[in-house]
């Protein structure tokens, strides 16, 4: 078999694609796979944002593209139906949880077990937050964190280089159907497949849509989670963290809903970039050295847009104006945001912000729909943990999760393309690192046994 030919090709190198290949090594021995990325090998992402200072790459960002994805960035594994992808609806929330589980255990095979893993159930809390008007998500969760999250990640490489035809650093030009399956063009040459996966994640939207539109396949509805982080002191959620390390808290209306996210003990706000767009971020306090005395979270209010295009024009419109240019993030003490007045200064504000942003007026900067949920979630809030949220709270502009638009694929995650599948976030049923990688783990093993059949 001439080397440029493979059973599998992958493109992209994100944990969907890492958790592919790793299990169709283990199903059949006799495969070949080939993974392409645009980005790099793990040993070389490198980028100024990883120690806190400006993107120093040339091109794509190499802290959010290369061998992982966002698997280097934090490393944080929920493993629960309650969020983070709709692929206990696609394939059972039971299955979904057992390869969650699997996930956890190859995690664990590759040093990850040395992070213990902890749970945000609570059984009274969950009652208290009904009681307040919120609904309390629990999940397990294994955060390894970015230091340990990159050495588990480079030893499954080490494991996967001795099968897996790897190409970085090249950009696929074209996918198009071949007589021995599909012909790969790129800028390091022509490839042949059998089967071609796709599991690029979101910053693949661009190159998928363009893929996608030259091989006949239409993507429908596209989901824009858009919010305001919150900064607090430290102990002001402390009756309901008690037993836990963090909680995740939802609040549903007529006229929206939303979710806590990426809730940070003690942890900072750093400035992150995607989209040519500047956000404020949940650092856990694991990542530094000294841990801030704050309480960081995002509240997130989904919305559905008839078109990819449409989604990304509206958060880059809000958010863009937000940074004016340049690494703007706007901040508010939660006062003054509720007294329509701007915030001049946030000197001797009790909760000393983690982040060097503008004072201003959030409420002025941001879309209606999010100041509203987040000031009838703070109501509900107040009563759940029986005592005010502090004045001096701090409020940042403005918090974003993009994902890709929904292409109609099948039980096998099968396109209507024969032998072309999707995985991961760009199969719009994963937005999480666990359900990306069990989807992964679901298509390996179907692959694995209907290419073995064959």
């Known amino acids: 078999m001439q080397s440029n030919h493979h059973d599998i090709t992958i493109i992209g190198a994100g944990v969907s694609s890492v958790f592919l290949a790793y299990t169709l090594m283990n199903q059949n021995e006799h495969l070949t796979i080939h993974m392409i990325d645009v980005g790099k090998e793990l040993s070389e992402r490198v980028c100024g944002l990883d120690a806190g200072r400006e993107c120093t790459c040339v091109g794509l960002c190499s802290k959010y593209i290369g061998f992982a994805g966002l698997g280097k960035s934090e490393g944080k594994f ?5 969020f983070g992808g709709e692929l206990g609806r696609k ?26 893993i ?26 390894l964190g970015t230091i340990l999250a990159n050495e588990v990640f480079q ?16 950009h696929v030009d074209r996918v198009s159907i071949h007589k021995s399956g599909f012909r790969i063009q790129t800028d390091k040459g022509e490839f042949t497949t059998g089967k071609v996966v796709i599991g690029t994640g979101m910053s ?18 596209t989901r824009l989670d858009l919010g305001i982080r919150v900064e607090m002191k430290g102990d002001q959620l402390q009756s309901i963290l008690q037993d836990t390390f963090e909680t995740k808290l939802k609040i549903e209306r007529d006229s929206f809903s939303a979710t806590t996210y990426c809730m940070n003990p003690r942890g900072r706000i750093i400035r992150k970039h995607q989209h040519g767009v500047v956000m404020p971020d949940g650092q856990n306090e694991r990542e530094k050295e000294s841990p801030s005395a704050n309480l960081n979270f995002s509240l997130f209010v989904p919305q559905y847009f008839p078109s990819h295009d449409e989604a990304m024009e ?20 939660l006062e003054d945001f509720q007294l329509h007045r701007k915030s001049n200064s946030l000197e001797g504000n009790l909760v000393g912000p983690s982040l060097d942003g503008e004072c201003g007026n959030v409420r002025e900067e941001v879309p209606d729909l999010y100041g509203k949920a987040l000031l009838e979630f703070m109501a509900c809030l107040e009563e759940l943990i029986g005592e005010k949220v502090h004045p001096d709270t701090l409020l940042y502009g403005m918090d974003a999760k993009f994902y890709e638009p929904k292409l109609p694929t ?45």
């Open 78 to 82: 929920n493993y629960t139906n309650d």
């Open 204 to 221: 693949g939207s661009s190159w998928l849509k363009k893929q996608a539109a030259s091989l006949g396949l239409h993507p429908g509805e």
């Open 314 to 333: 509206y958060a880059l419109s809000i958010i863009g104006s937000i940074n004016q240019g340049r690494e703007r993030i706007v901040v508010q003490r």
């Open 410 to 454: 099948d039980m096998n995650f099968e396109t209507e393309v024969p032998d072309l599948f999707l995985i991961g976030d760009c199969s719009g049923e994963s937005h999480s690192l666990s359900q990306a990688a069990a989807s992964g783990i679901y298509l390996g093993r179907y692959l694995g046994e209907d290419i073995a059949k064959k």
């Open 118 to 143: 902890y749970s945000t159930k609570n059984k009274d809390l969950s009652n208290k937050a009904v009681q307040s008007g919120l609904r309390a998500l629990s999940t397990e969760v294994r955060h």
């Open 91 to 116: 394939i059972g929330k039971q299955h979904t949880l057992d390869l969650m589980k699997e996930v956890d255990k190859i995690l664990c095979e590759f040093g990850g077990g040395i992070r213990p």
């Open 155 to 170: 030893k499954i490489y080490e494991f996967l280089k001795n099968r897996v035809h790897f190409h970085f650093e090249t």
